[in-house]
Structure formats: C-alpha cells, structure tokens
C-alpha cells in the first residue's frame, strides 16, 4: 500500500511556534539582549537592528530586528530543541530557510507567513525524502519522493496527496504510469509488473475499473471491461501465440487517441515534463534491497486463500490489484497455454483459438471460440470489430476540431472555468435574497486575443453570463462536489461528448469526459422557469439531502460574436455508478406509447415502463423511505407547476449466487 506519510502535527506545532514569535508581549521584550548588553526596550524603539531576544519560556532568537519582531535573517530555537534559521518577515518565517526537529527531520527551503509554502526539500526521521512544492505545509504541486520501503512517486500532488498524473515506481519493479486520486490508482493508467505482465485501461480506487487490456508476459493479452477489479460484461481473449490481427492493433490504438485507453507516449512526455519542472538537485535513491519475484512464479493454494480473504479490503497501491486476474494468472491463463500447445499441431502458429467471453463479476457465463485462420479483411473479422466496438463504445460522439459543436464546447469550458475559479476563493456564506433571481447575474466579454481580465482562447469571441453564482456553488458543497474535481471533469483535456437527444424537447446534451456531468441546452421560457422555482429547489435540497429530484450545478448562457445565444445547465449523471447499469429504464406511471420496440437492446438503450418486466423487494424500512421520498418530490414538482417529469431507474445485474459456487470450486479443482 502507498504510505501514508503525515505533517499534520509538525504543521501545528510550526504554527504555534511561530505565533510563540510573533506575539511576543511588552512584558517579554523587556528582558532583550543586544551585543551581549541588555536593556529595557520601550515600545518606541523600531530601529532595524542586530541582536537577541530571550523569552521566558526558554526560547530564543538572534539576528537582524525591526523594533522587536524578527525582521530579515536570524536563528530562532525553541525550547524543545526544533531550530529554525533563515528569513523573517514581520516576527514570521518568510523567505528561504532551514528547519530541523530533535528527531532528525529537516525542511530547507522557501516559507510564507510561517508556513512551508513554495519549493523546498522535507528530510523525515525514517528516510522519506520529498523534493518539490507546498502549499500551507502540505505537499502541493509537483514533487518527487523517495518512500523509506524505496518505492518512488512522481508527479502530482493535491494537499499533501498524490492526485492527478503521475509515476509510481515500487521498490520491486513495478511501475505505474497514470492518473491518481486521492493517493490511489484512479483514472486512466498503465501498470506494468516486474515479470512484463501489464494492464493498460481505466482505474478505480487502486482497482482495475472500466475497459482496458491485460497483456501477459508471453504476449496472450484479455481485452475488455472490469468492474472493481473483476471481469464483467463481454470481452476477447487472445492466447499465447494468437497475436493481435492488424486491425485489432489499429483498433486499439484508436482507442488510445480517444481517450478510452492511456497513451503511453503522453505519459511518457508529461513524465519528462515533470522531471523538468522540478529541481531533483542531488537526491539519491539506493538500490532495492528487497525481494524480486521471479516472472516464473506461481500463485499457490494459499496465495490463493490470502487473497480470497483481502477481496472485501480497501486495496490502494498494492500487490493485489485484482483477485481475478490473480486467479486467471493460474487456472485461465496457464490452461491456455496448454490448450495453444495442444492446437498448435493441428492449427500452427497463427491459427490459435480467439476466445469471445462474458463475464459477470469475475464470473465466466459464457464462451465463444473462434479460428484466427483468417485474413484481416474477410467479413467475419469486420463483423467480430464492430461487434468488439459496440462493446465498449462510450455513448455520444467526441467533440473534437472540426465538429460542428467545437467552438461552442471551448467557449462553455472556458467560461466554466471562469466562473468557478472566480467564485471559489469568496469566503463562503449563507445565500441570500439577492443570490436568486435574473438580476443575480454577472456577464464577461471574452475576446479571442484575451483581455486583462481573461486568456486567449482558440474560440470566436462570445460573451459569457453566469445565472446566480453563488447560489450553485451552495449547491454544488450540499451535493459535495469539489470545486478542482468540477472543473477537471468538465474542463479537462479530454474533450466533452455529444449525445443525440433523447427526448421531444430537440435539445442538445453533452457528456463529460468522465461521465459524471451532463449538460443540456435550454430554452429562454426553460431558464425562466428554473430561475423561478430556484429559491425553492434550493430550500427542497437542504431539506431533504436524500432528494431523487435532478441534481443542477450551474446555469450558463453563451452569445458568440456571430451566431445565437446557447442556454446550459449542467446536472448530475445518475447512471455514473461504480456498479455497471445493465440496463436503464425511463418510467411515467402510464402505458400510453410507454415500450420500445423494433430495438436492438444494449446497455445504453433506455426502456420505457411496458419494457420492465422485474418486481424489487427491499427491506421495509428501505421500501417506505424510498416511496416516502418519491412522494415528497412529486409534491414539490406539483407545487412547482411541472408536469412531464419521469423516474429514471437503472439496474445492476449480480452474479447468480449457484454461478460464483462453482467458479469457486472450479478455483480449488484447478489448483
């Protein structure tokens, strides 16, 4: 596990020392030392000067005085033995300087109003060196640290945690290339074990999560979609010697452009680039001490057991990625291979089985083996890829240059990000009359070129208005939604999604990047109506903090130099779970029109009310809270004088419960 290495303390302490300094009273500057000669010093004296301060308590001072606060370079030792020696501003520690705990740990380098706060390298008692930025005494920015068990991070850190890319490098040669969150394995990465197994996909809280490729050592690579750290859904499994079709390479490296696989080369140049912007200076690792395993070792029984056991633990930076693939490493994989040495007689080299599979959490339902013997343009490969596309196609279509939306999805992350870097620093406060309203409004020019108060962007001109700033933002803390993670999602790198609309209203939805926002277009009469019912929805939020009603994060207008104005709002998407919807159901209450037919159903087909043919039982007290609330919301939208509004329900398939028995004992047969 990724250490957990915390200042926390030392911040405190720090904090009071240095206020120790800043308060000293009239009562201790009495008692003053200058060049060996003392005095009483009255509080007329504020010439800059050379000398000692002696406090009761023990602590002292010396070096350069503004009347009798510290003022420029001077030493300060307080009486528990922690030193600090560098600049002072104003009775703080500000500028460059050096401190050193009784217990050995050091900090040298730059400090602000007492804190550690800019460049500077953190020396702890047990050898954990980090060298890089602070923020506030907290790690912040990009930084390298050395872990006292020798593993390595590099890259990005969010108060004092590593969050956003980076390069994690354990002590026994594993390698993790890739987005981090939180101090985990969280968004798109690629990590590589010492024996040259690799996973190249999307990550979630240390766990494999999302679509990606496992490639063994020997080249026999799985590819297809994980959930917590299990296979589920539909994926294709490549043995050893059945070597990827060009197609399927160019198909994957398609994926890699689009954003749904890490590209390598992109992490590789953020690598160096990071490498770059710090100075390492002489920091030094030492060679790993520890153990290496052997590419050829296998998992026994009781490797096996251990891990059986840890799957319900919180797994971050570990060995045990995915208990899964622990297991396939022994009986799926290492089958195969004896399956491709059987075939490989009557078959050759390159005509070893393909093998399509489903998986429901970690468990095999079905198999299909195919014959590879087959040329890369006959229509059987071309069905197989577009078969393999819909699987893992993310709804909506990629906005990038060229698309007809792409100036207007610069110009709304733009002014996004406007509005939320702007608001966010406003010391926070209770909302008021005035937050709500068409007036409670501000409007922004945004000039190609730039202007004083805005960047240049590669979008037309347009002119940007936030619909009530800070009510939003008041939203946006009660549905706990971080201010940086708002704007990385909708803001970020990786382009927005556009959705065909689903409904009759003709409107334009787009999807973020990491599905967690949905932004609609509205029309006038629409914005109008939100903007009424808004008091009262916030005042149903703050009531009811179990609401179903749809969650609203901001309300935006967008007036290009050249064409129509754009309404937006940005909502929360319901169906970005951790748990895979298999299926998604829009319900009314009626039978009216309410079925889809003549469809080809897939995950992302959204069923109507005679298309849902399950019954749910829940546990009473969770059944009579859920229909208590429903009812309490559809009051509220009556009150609110609305009346197409539906109840969007998606399901999440389990595993049959005689299924997982006998994967578990097909484990224990095949160890």
Not at 641 to 652: A, K, N, R, T
């Amino acid at each position: 596990m990724l250490p957990s290495f915390q200042i926390q303390d030392q911040r405190t302490t720090t904090a009071q020392r240095t206020k120790s300094v800043d308060a000293i009273s009239d009562r201790d500057r009495s008692s003053i030392s200058i060049n060996g000669e003392s005095f009483h010093a009255s509080s007329e004296t504020i010439a800059f000067r050379v000398g000692e301060l002696c406090l009761p308590n023990g602590e002292s001072y010396s070096g350069s005085l503004l009347g009798n606060a510290p003022e420029g370079n001077g030493k300060y030792v307080w009486s528990d033995g922690c030193v600090y020696e560098g600049e002072w501003r104003r009775g703080m520690r500000h500028g460059n300087g050096k401190t050193q705990w009784p217990s050995g740990t050091t900090y040298e380098g730059e400090f602000s109003g007492g804190y550690m706060h800019g460049a500077g390298t953190y020396v702890g008692s047990n050898k954990l060196t980090y060298k890089g930025r602070w923020r506030l005494s907290l790690k912040h920015g990009l930084g390298y640290q050395v872990y006292p068990n020798g593993d390595i991070f590099e890259g990005s850190w969010i108060q004092g945690s590593p969050e956003g890319p980076g390069k994690y490098t354990w002590a026994n040669g594993n390698v993790y290339h890739g987005d981090m969150k939180g101090g985990k394995m969280t968004g798109k990465g690629t990590l590589t074990w010492i024996n040259g197994d690799s996973f190249e996909g999307s990550w979630l809280n240390g766990m494999m999560h999302g679509f990606g490729v496992y490639t063994w050592c020997d080249g026999g690579c799985y590819v297809g979609t994980w959930t917590r750290g299990l296979k589920d859904g539909k994926g294709s499994f490549y043995p050893k010697g059945s070597r990827f079709q060009d197609v399927e390479e160019w198909y994957l490296n398609a994926l890699r452009k689009r954003g749904v696989l890490p590209d390598l080369r992109k992490q590789n140049h953020a690598h160096i680039h990071h490498a770059s912007s710090v100075n390492m200076g002489n920091v030094k690792v030492g060679e790993n001490q520890g153990s290496r395993r052997n590419p050829s070792d296998k998992l026994s029984k009781g490797n096996l057991l251990t891990l059986e056991q840890s799957r319900n633990k919180n797994v971050s930076l570990e060995r045990r990625w995915s208990l899964e693939v622990s297991i396939e490493k022994v009986i799926g994989h290492d089958s195969s291979l004896d399956l491709s040495e059987g075939l490989g007689k009557s078959y050759g080299t390159n005509t070893l089985p393909i093998l399509e599979r489903e998986y429901m959490q970690g468990v095999l339902i079905s198999e299909l083996v195919l014959n590879s013997n087959f040329s890369s343009s006959s229509r059987r490969t071309k069905r197989r890829q577009k078969k393999l596309a819909k699987d893992v196609k993310r709804p909506g279509e990629a906005i990038i240059k060229g698309h007809r939306s792409y100036d207007l999805m610069l110009s709304l992350q733009l002014g996004i990000r406007y509005t939320v870097g702007k608001i966010t620093p406003v010391q926070r406060r209770e909302v008021r009359a005035s937050d709500f309203g068409p007036r409670a409004s501000f409007w922004m020019n945004f000039p190609k070129d730039g202007s004083q108060l805005t960047p240049p962007h590669q979008s037309e001109d347009f002119k940007w208005k936030d619909y009530c700033p800070m009510v939003f933002r008041n939203l946006r803390e009660m549905f706990k939604i971080d201010s940086a993670d708002y704007m990385m999602s909708i803001c970020g790198n990786d382009a927005l999604r556009e959705l065909s609309s689903p409904g009759k209203s003709g409107s334009i939805f787009f999807l973020s990047q990491d599905d967690h926002f949905m932004i609609k277009t509205l029309r006038k009469s629409e914005v109008k109506v939100l903007l009424k019912m808004l008091p009262d929805y916030h005042h149903h939020v703050r009531s009811y903090e179990n609401t179903l009603i749809t969650k609203f994060f901001g309300l935006h207008r967008i007036k290009p130099s050249s064409g129509q104005k754009f309404r937006f709002v940005v909502m929360g998407n319901m169906f970005c779970t951790e748990l895979r919807i298999h299926r998604r159901f829009d319900l009314k209450g009626s039978s009216l029109g309410r079925s889809t037919e003549n469809v080809e159903i897939e995950e992302n087909t959204t069923l109507k009310d005679l298309d849902l043919n399950y019954c749910f039982y829940l546990e009473p007290s969770w059944r009579e809270a859920l229909l208590q609330q429903i009812e309490i919301d559809s009051k509220f939208l009556e009150v609110q004088h609305i009346m197409d509004y539906s109840l969007l329900l998606g399901v999440h398939y389990r595993a049959p419960q005689h299924l997982q028995s006998f994967n578990v004992l097909q484990s224990k047969y095949n160890c």
